[in-house]
């Protein structure tokens, strides 16, 4: 199976935002409040006989808001209606005639929906099952990390996922260059510090294996300030192999960050989801699943 590498980073601004949706985010408060702000000094100037009716800025950042939820992996059904919203409040007003208190609550509306949007509503669903105590188990734990790791940039969830492909298909030389190429992108936060400690710990046995060392395993240890991130948290007494619970554990760290933050790559790790599903199938009676 071919991995591809992304050619250049996508750098992202506040709650993990792409260029583009940071610029639509802002674009929505500048185009309603500004709007509003506009036909008041058009009224003030003379140029127009009532600032209400000029409402086309609150229309406009309304178009934005719902195109930015479309954009989004997951849909809000609020925010996408949200020019039906504006034709129905300024275009064919049922009772009240637009004025500018009600082009200013509407812009305060939108900007808190554009808020919400970017906050809830920025990462791709996972499917949660009903039946596999397994799935329900790697879907909670994927779901507990998605508003953990919102900072990471594609390019970064690609290494991050080429990295945990490989390891399945036993590319390990390919393991050792995606981690590193990975590592080389993270910087020192404490959530990027525990994916550099999960890589370096994959890329280690991986180098180990590539080179017949198949007992060697990675000095690294996640500190006990990161364990909040791991999937597995046994109790010493129910630890058989620690060298293997520690591996399982960034192999699983790994997986969720690339499956939350690597839409490129989410096929393939659907594909593979029997992978992590059978690292949590191994540890299946001390997790009581």
Known sequence: MSIRIMAEPEH???????????????AIPVTSFGGAALGYGLQVWGLIPDA???????????????????????KDIVSLLAPLYALIIFIIPLELRP?????VLFAASITILMVRLNVRFNVAPTQETEGDP???????YITRLSPQFRE???????????????????????VVVSADNA??????SPTQRVLK????????????????????YSPVRFSPDQEEFLALRLPPEKVEDNDTLVLNNA?????????????DDGQALDEHQNFPLQIISSYREPLNL
């Open 52 to 74: 209400g009716e000029f409402y086309w800025g609150s229309v406009i950042g309304s178009v934005l808001l719902a195109y930015l939820a479309w954009l989004k992996p997951r």
């Open 99 to 103: 004025n500018l208190v009600l082009q």
């Open 251 to 263: 192999l699983l760290l790994l997986y969720a960050v690339a499956y939350l933050e690597s839409p």
């Open 183 to 188: 590592i080389g992108k993270l910087d020192d």
């Open 134 to 140: 397994m799935e329900k188990f790697l879907y909670n």
């Open 12 to 26: 992202r601004g506040p709650f993990g935002l792409s260029r583009r949706d940071l610029i639509l985010s802002i």
């Open 152 to 174: 990471i940039d594609r390019a970064t969830a690609h290494e991050i996922a080429s990295a945990v492909l490989s390891f399945k298909f036993t590319l390990y030389r390919k």
């Open 197 to 216: 400690s999960a890589l370096e710990i994959v890329r280690d046995r991986a180098d180990n294996l590539e080179n017949a060392r198949v007992s060697g």
